[in-house]
Structure formats: C-alpha cells, structure tokens
C-alpha cells in the first residue's frame, strides 16, 4: 500500500508569492494533519482535517489555509509569502480524528522563499 | 497546555552500549505518548507509543520507552545501539482533544563505530 504522498518535494518562490502544496493520505485514513518544520526545530501544527471539515488549528496567520476534498486528500495555500515561511512542511494521515493512534508523515515538501 | 520538553540537544553513544534519549512531559488528563525518528531529508516514522497499560513499551527496531507517572517522563532506551540508529528523535504528545500532537525540539543520537 502506498504510504502519504506529498508535493511538490521541493519547491522555490520569491516573497509575496503563494503557494499551494499537495498531500494524498493512506487509504482507509480519513484525517490529515499539516506540520511545519524549520531546520533545527521539531514540526510545528498548521491545521487538522477530518471528514472534510476544520477541527484543529496551530498558531499560524490567516495567511495559512488548507482544506480537504471529498477523497481525503488535502491542500495547504500560504499566500504572501515570508521568508520566514521557509521550511519542510509535512503532512500526515491517520484513520480517526479523535484517537489514540500514531500518525503517518508523509516525506514532506521543502519550501525556499527567496 | 500539553507540552513536552527534551533536555538534550545530542546524545553521543558507542555502537553496542545502551542509549537513553529523555523526555519530559506536561499534560492536564491521562498522557498520550509518542517517540519518532527522522532520517536526514525525511519524514518521520512511528518508533512507539504509551496510552495505557505496561509502563515499559515496546517498539520498532529494538526501542522501548519507559513511562513513568510521578517523574512525568517517557524516556526512549535500546539496549544496544547500532551505527544506523544514528538520527534526529523527537518525543511528542497528543493534545487532550485529541486533534493535535505536540512536538518536542527534538535529540540528535550520533552513534559511533
């Protein structure tokens, strides 16, 4: 079975821009998590997804958002881009959206905001 | 607030002597309790996980951790470290909610040869 699958894996803008990034969930997962992760500090939450509606949101601007589609795949736009948006941002998948189990990461999409 | 501290940046070990990467945890409700790993340019990858039970868990690739209540910690142990363990381990917890899982800054395991 394939695992998360993120993209683009790397991918390079210029401040102001925005940025749309991609995130196919295992099969049979109905919830998506996105992380931010700067270099040297642990993942940071962005949002979380399940059935297709909001249920968690990290201290990130309205400049982050995200949805998830009907199949479970999910989206995440920043717009404006910083240069502080510079980072790995990786999404992970996991069956419920309120349980005990562990999460799935994808391998993530580094993004350079030149 | 849930939170979880990890006091080392780095832990340096031989190949073949035990390792122990710390954790620390701040939780309001029982604990839910998570070690990854992430390899160089990676995502991360379930290593173990405590909700209830044995205070000893077993996981992936010969780890255990040991929880322990009154300490509020949930340290990660192996009883021989190889050369490939070497990597970035992050604890994490999951928030009472249950919608999100908080990360520590992370401890870098170099094993040497």
């Known amino acids: 079975d394939a695992g998360v699958t993120q993209s683009p894996t790397h991918l390079i803008k210029t401040r102001g821009q925005h940025v749309t990034l991609r995130c196919s969930p295992i099969?049979?997962?109905?919830?998506v998590s996105w992380y931010q992760q700067v270099l040297g500090q642990g993942p940071q939450f962005i949002f979380q997804y399940y059935e297709k509606e909001e249920r968690g949101r990290g201290n990130f601007p309205d400049r982050f958002s995200a949805r998830q589609f009907p199949n479970y795949s999910s989206e995440l736009n920043v717009n404006a881009l910083l240069l502080g948006d510079s980072a790995l941002y990786l999404c992970?998948?996991?069956?419920?959206?309120?349980?005990?189990?562990?999460?799935?990461f994808g391998e993530g999409s580094r993004l350079t905001v030149l | 607030a849930q939170s979880v501290a990890q006091p080392e940046d780095q832990v340096n070990v031989a190949e073949g002597n035990p390792l122990t990467v710390k954790c620390t945890y701040s939780?309001?409700?029982?604990?839910?309790l998570f070690w990854y790993v992430q390899y160089p340019n990676r995502g991360l990858q379930f290593l173990l996980k405590?909700?209830?039970?044995?205070?000893l868990v077993k996981g992936s690739y010969g780890f255990e951790a040991e929880f322990n209540k009154s300490q509020t910690s949930f340290h990660l142990k192996k009883p021989s470290a190889l050369v490939s363990d070497s990597a970035l381990y992050f604890c994490a917890v999951r928030d009472t909610g249950g919608f999100k899982t908080i990360f520590g800054a992370g401890t870098r395991l170099f094993v040497k040869a």
């Open positions: 992970a998948s996991s069956f419920g959206g309120l349980n005990t189990g562990e999460l799935f």
């Open positions: 405590y909700i209830t039970g044995d205070n």
């Open positions: 099969s049979g997962h109905k919830s």
């Open positions: 939780v309001s409700g029982n604990p839910y």
